[in-house]
């Protein structure tokens, strides 16, 4: 009786770890998938209108915008290279992006545009003052 339930216990055993092969195309020619990729369904229009104009750039005639300061002085070189100063008698403002062929040593000039106290520089000088608008003053 034992020898009879060793003998179906591996028949058991044997047929459960069969797996059937898989199945190869007959011929060897690659085929490629033609099916259609799924598409997502659109999304549900959205309650927030979009806008209709593109936005506003700054430019020179928006000098009123709230943080724009003017400010006039003596144009100097600084220290390093490329570095270009402004003082004013009370403060020395590094000029950047002030237009290199008004803002030149020994001129007196006018600028327009946001300090930036806390910005770092490699000029090491001057409070750091982007300009929007440079003229001869």
Avoid: K
């Amino acid at each position: 009786m034992r020898g009879l339930t060793a003998v179906l216990l591996c028949l058991v055993l044997a047929s459960c770890g069969q797996v059937p092969p898989p199945q190869v195309p007959a011929s060897s020619t690659p085929t490629t998938d033609t099916s259609t990729p799924s598409i997502p369904a659109p999304l549900p229009p959205s309650s927030v209108p979009l806008p209709t104009t593109p936005p506003l750039l700054p430019t020179p005639s928006r000098a009123l915008d709230p943080g724009v300061t003017t400010v006039r002085g003596t144009v100097s070189g600084g220290v390093e290279s490329g570095c270009t100063l402004l003082n004013t008698g009370g403060e020395q403002y590094l000029l950047l992006g002030a237009d290199p062929a008004i803002a030149v040593a020994g001129a007196v000039v006018e600028v327009s545009g946001r300090a930036d106290p806390g910005g770092m520089t490699t000029c090491q000088q001057g409070t750091p003052f982007h300009v929007i608008r440079t003229q001869r003053g």
